[in-house]
């Protein structure tokens, strides 16, 4: 992974804004959080303390790691903005965040999630595919999470709607400190 030219790299994580029906997930973004800052990366998320990412947020600072949060103006409500993150950017759109988080980051991982964290996921991977960026994208397959995703890109491959190297483009791994190694 390149070291950021602003010094300390960035991976960019992607999650849920809802922590999920038995919060099962809790203690293994807790444990995300712990790694990444132990293995010297700054986190950069989606700027809110709820759910998985307000777990993630939490976690981070109290590791003493390096949290950024980016929140468009229309979910700082609504996702409760934490405020008490190394630096908030409150953006005008969607758009404007994932063009932000990107920008700030070395790398991108998936942790479990809803749309948002679908929609953050394929976009930067288009953007990879299209050359917009070459940073490693990494998805937590916790607990068999992202099995039916891999399995859809598995199919899209079959069917001649996406090319073998595209779909090499990502590494999936059921474990932090694999992804770790993999993007290291």
């Known amino acids: 992974m390149p070291k950021a030219l602003r010094g300390m790299p960035r991976l960019c994580l992607f999650c849920g804004a809802r922590s999920g029906r038995d919060r099962a997930f809790d203690p293994v973004v807790r444990e995300v959080a712990q790694a990444i800052v132990r ?13 998985l990412m307000g777990t993630l947020a939490d976690a981070a600072l109290a590791a003493g790691g ?3 949060g980016v929140i468009p103006e229309a979910l700082e409500r609504a996702e409760i903005a934490h405020g008490g993150v190394t630096q908030l950017h409150v953006v005008r759109s969607m758009h404007e965040r994932k063009a932000l988080m990107a920008d700030l ?12 964290t679908m929609d953050e996921f394929c976009e930067i991977l288009t953007w990879r595919q299209l050359g917009i960026h070459d940073k490693p994208i990494g998805l937590l397959n916790v607990d068999g999470f992202y099995d039916h995703l891999l399995a859809l890109f598995d199919s899209m491959l079959e069917r001649g709607f996406l090319a073998d ?15 770790l190694e993999q993007f290291a």
């Not at 293995?39 to 759910?51: E, K, M, N, P, S």
């Not at 980051?105 to 948002?116: E, K, R, W």
């Not at 190297?165 to 992804?179: N, Q, S």
């Open 66 to 68: 390096e949290v950024i």
């Open 105 to 116: 980051s070395d790398g991108f991982i998936a942790l479990p999630g809803g749309v948002g």
């Open 39 to 51: 293995a010297g990366y700054g986190i950069v998320y989606g700027g809110g303390r709820v759910g």
């Open 165 to 179: 190297p595209t779909r090499k483009l990502f590494v999936a791994k059921p474990t932090i400190g694999e992804l």
